[in-house]
C-alpha cells in the first residue's frame, strides 16, 4: 500500500493566527513531499517541493515566510501557514513520492482551512 | 513536461462505459501516463499508470496507442460514485507533477 495521511482534516481559525498541517506517509518513506492548494472547483496548485533535511523550494509567487514548511523525517512534512486570512482559506493536499521507477505520487485526503 | 488536453466535462449514465480521452503531442520517451480521480473536499486517487499499449487493473482500462501522443482512460459500468474529477498527467517537472484542469465526469442515473 502507499498510504498518506494528513492532520487536521479541517481546521477553523481567527484571522492573524497560525495553523500547522502535518503530513505522513504511513507505510513508505518519502524523501520528497509536495504541497498543493485547491480553490474551489479549480485544479491543485503546487505550493512546494519539501525534501527531508532540506529547505523546501517554492513555486513562483508562493511566499515561504508565509508558508513555512518543514521537512524532519522520511514520513513526516508540515506546512505552516502563518498569520493566516481569509484569502488564505483553501484546500490543503500533501502528496508524497513513492520511489518505484515511476516516482508515482499519492495524495494525503487534504486538510480545508477557514480563515475567519 | 507535456501539456495536455482533456475534455473540460462529460455526463454518462449509470451501467455504461465511459472513456475519457487526454491528448498528450509533445509527450517525452521517458514519460509515462497517468490518471487520478478526486472527489469533491478529497484528495486525488491514483487509479492508472502505464508506458504503452494497453493497462487493466480492478477499477479501470488505459488505452496508449502506438505514438502514445494520446491516451483513454475506460471505466467500466460506470456507477453515481464514479462522478469525480479525472486527471490526466504525463511525465514530470523534476520530481513535480502540474495538474491541468481535468475532466469533471457527471454520472445520471
Known amino acids: 500500500g502507499a498510504v498518506v495521511s494528513q492532520h487536521p482534516s479541517r481546521v477553523i481559525c481567527k484571522s492573524g493566527t497560525s495553523v500547522k498541517i502535518e503530513c505522513r506517509s504511513l507505510d513508505f518513506q518519502a524523501t520528497t513531499m509536495f504541497w498543493y492548494r485547491q480553490f474551489p472547483k479549480k485544479s491543485l496548485m503546487l505550493m512546494a517541493t519539501s525534501n527531508e533535511g532540506s529547505k523546501a523550494t517554492y513555486e513562483q509567487g508562493v511566499e515561504k515566510d508565509k508558508f513555512l514548511i518543514n521537512h524532519a523525517s522520511l514520513t513526516l512534512s508540515t506546512l505552516t501557514v502563518t498569520s493566516a486570512h481569509p484569502e488564505d482559506s483553501s484546500f490543503y493536499i500533501c502528496?508524497?513520492?513513492?520511489?518505484?521507477?515511476?516516482?508515482?505520487?499519492?495524495f494525503g485526503p487534504g486538510t480545508r482551512l477557514t480563515v475567519l | 513536461l507535456a501539456k495536455t488536453t482533456q475534455p473540460i466535462s462529460m455526463d454518462s449514465y449509470e451501467g455504461q462505459e465511459v472513456n475519457i480521452t487526454c491528448s498528450h503531442n509533445?509527450?517525452?520517451?521517458?514519460?509515462?501516463i497517468t490518471w487520478y480521480q478526486q472527489f469533491p473536499s478529497q484528495g486525488p486517487r491514483f487509479i492508472i499508470q502505464g508506458y504503452k499499449t494497453k493497462v487493466t487493473n480492478e477499477v479501470a482500462s488505459l488505452f496508449i496507442p502506438a505514438d502514445r501522443k494520446s491516451s483513454t482512460l475506460s471505466l467500466p459500468r460506470v456507477s453515481l460514485s464514479d462522478t469525480a474529477v479525472y486527471y490526466c498527467l504525463v511525465g514530470t517537472e523534476g520530481d513535480k507533477i502540474i495538474f491541468g484542469k481535468g475532466t469533471r465526469l457527471h454520472i445520471l442515473p
Open positions: 509533445n509527450i517525452a520517451t521517458n514519460d509515462y
Open positions: 502528496s508524497a513520492a513513492k520511489r518505484e521507477g515511476t516516482d508515482t505520487q499519492y
